[in-house]
């Protein structure tokens, strides 16, 4: 099976009171799994991460019927550190990306990281919110 796996993470205020959201669509495009969580205060690109790094955890768990993972996020300095395009210069962001790029090497399943505009990550968006205003 193939998936889409869409990753958002937002803070209020940089560093703020953050959360990310995941939602994960098969080939005909059914939400298969979503979740938000709430994270205390984090920065924008912190949650981002931690978006990402569940994303990974969810696929790792199930790559047994899961062939192959587009990654889809509005955040181009994560999906371009990913790509190995930019340098993680930021200190808070190198344990996460080394975290990130560590569950990559340990999934079977084939992996590639798109950007994407904010408006075609709605679902992740809304999810990421929703974790932030409930703090949960």
């Known amino acids: ?6 990753t958002d993470g937002g803070a209020r205020g940089n560093p703020g009171q953050a959360g990310f959201g995941v939602v994960v669509v098969d080939e005909k495009k059914q939400i298969i799994f979503e979740v938000g969580k709430y994270l205390g205060v984090k920065t924008n690109n912190e949650a981002e ?6 994303g990974l955890s969810w696929l790792k768990e ?4 899961i062939d192959e993972a587009e990654f889809n996020a509005d955040s181009e300095l994560m999906v371009k550190q990913m790509q190995g395009i930019y340098k993680v210069k930021a200190v808070n962001l190198k344990e996460l990306n080394k975290q990130a790029r560590e569950l990559v090497l340990a999934i079977k399943s084939k992996i590639s990281f798109k950007a994407i505009k904010r408006e ?3 679902e992740a968006d ?6 932030m205003d409930k703090k949960r």
């Open 1 to 6: 099976m193939k998936v889409k796996i869409f």
């Open 49 to 54: 991460y931690e978006g990402l790094i569940f």
């Open 62 to 65: 199930n790559e047994l019927i």
């Open 120 to 122: 075609l990550n709605s």
């Open 126 to 131: 809304r999810l990421a919110n929703e974790a």
